[in-house]
């Protein structure tokens, strides 16, 4: 079968650095995608990674180990407004998503 | 519109009843996609479209249908709604002929359904 897993939940502290991981097993594998959805809002797209290796975009990065099956997100100088749900999906051999259930970040100031 | 559209944004539904969501983009994206998010579950896939014209189905697609008649365009109807189907209806889009190995999808608002 297909998995996604990543926490369910995470708190951390404003202005701190968070890590957020998660691993899959999928029928193939095109691409790692991590998604923001803030509550009652629609998801959108953070990073795409393929390759192993660190994407960074500002204070966010992307890593992903294809061999592991792992990825993580991390987010750094954290502020109030990255309060949200961080989304993981794979795509699989079909180049269709699959999503993790996401974690739910709590920033505390 | 800028991106894709959504409706209605909410619904409160009776069993039985039929439903059309509605979902319009002017990206021209080829792929649109239809969604459920349910708490504690990732988003699961109902069916979509990978251009006008065709569909397949997805992760959950019984009591669901969908059609493309054309780019912009994919409703999804519930023929008979009932209470299980009570979720959060995401519609999404992607630009496949960027290339295969780059699928990044741009969601719409959602429509929130409760089906009593």
């Known amino acids: 079968g297909q998995n996604i897993d990543q926490p369910t939940e995470m708190t951390a502290t404003e202005g701190a650095i968070v890590q957020i991981n998660c691993t899959y097993q999928?029928?193939?594998?095109?691409?790692l995608f991590w998604y923001q959805q803030h509550a009652g809002e629609a998801p959108t797209f953070l990073s795409y990674?393929?390759l192993d290796g660190l994407e960074e975009k500002g204070r966010f990065s992307s890593f992903l180990s294809r061999s592991k099956g792992y990825s993580y997100l991390l987010l750094k100088e954290l502020q109030m407004k990255d309060s949200a749900s961080y989304l993981c999906?794979?795509?699989?051999?079909?180049?269709?998503?699959?999503w993790g259930a996401g974690t739910k970040l709590i920033i505390k100031p | 519109i800028a991106g894709i559209t959504q409706a209605p944004t909410s619904q409160i539904l009776a069993a039985g009843r039929r439903m059309t969501l509605r979902c319009t983009q002017d990206?021209?994206?080829?792929?649109m996609y239809w969604y459920r998010q349910d708490l504690g579950l990732g988003l699961r896939l109902i069916h979509y479209?990978?251009?006008?014209?065709?569909?397949g189905k997805g992760e959950v697609p019984d009591g669901y249908s969908v059609s493309r008649a054309n780019t912009d365009d994919f409703p999804l109807t519930l023929a008979s709604a009932v209470p299980s189907q009570t979720s959060v209806y995401f519609c999404?889009?992607?630009?496949?002929?960027?290339?295969?190995?780059?699928?990044?999808?741009?969601f719409g608002p959602g429509t929130r359904l409760t089906v009593l």
């Open positions: 990206m021209r994206h080829n792929a």
């Open positions: 990674n393929v």
């Open positions: 999928t029928s193939g594998f095109n691409g």
């Open positions: 479209s990978n251009t006008a014209g065709t569909t």
């Open positions: 999404a889009s992607s630009d496949s002929s960027r290339g295969a190995d780059y699928n990044e999808q741009f």
């Open positions: 999906a794979v795509a699989d051999s079909n180049y269709q998503l699959i």
